[in-house]
C-alpha cells in the first residue's frame, strides 16, 4: 500500500480528473479519502475543509450516505475545536 503521502497524491490527480470530467460523485469520494488522509495525520482542519466540499457535492448529487459525511464534518469540527482550546 502506498504511503500516506502518496496516496494523497494521487487521489489529488484523480480529483482533478473527476472535476474535469464533471463526475460530481467520483470528486465527493475522493475528496472524502483526502480528508480521511488529513485526519489520519492529525491535520483536522484540513479535513474540514475536504469534507465540507464532500457535502457540498454530497447534496448536489443527492448522495444516499450524505447525512453520515455531516455527521463526520461535525465530528470533526467539535475535534478541531477541542484542539484548540487545549493548546
Do not use: C, W
Not at 5 to 12: M, V
Not at 38 to 58: K, P, Q, S, T
Amino acid at each position: 500500500m502506498p504511503s500516506d503521502g502518496k496516496a494523497l497524491d494521487y487521489f489529488r490527480q484523480a480529483m482533478l480528473i473527476t472535476r474535469e470530467i464533471g463526475d460530481q460523485a467520483g470528486e465527493a469520494v475522493t475528496r472524502y479519502n483526502i480528508a480521511t488522509i488529513h485526519r489520519d495525520e492529525g491535520n483536522l482542519a484540513l479535513a474540514v475543509i475536504e469534507l465540507e466540499h464532500v457535502v457540498d457535492l454530497g447534496q448536489q448529487v443527492e448522495h444516499l450516505g450524505l447525512a453520515d459525511d455531516i455527521a463526520l464534518l461535525e465530528q470533526l469540527r467539535q475535534e478541531l475545536a477541542q484542539s484548540h482550546t487545549e493548546s
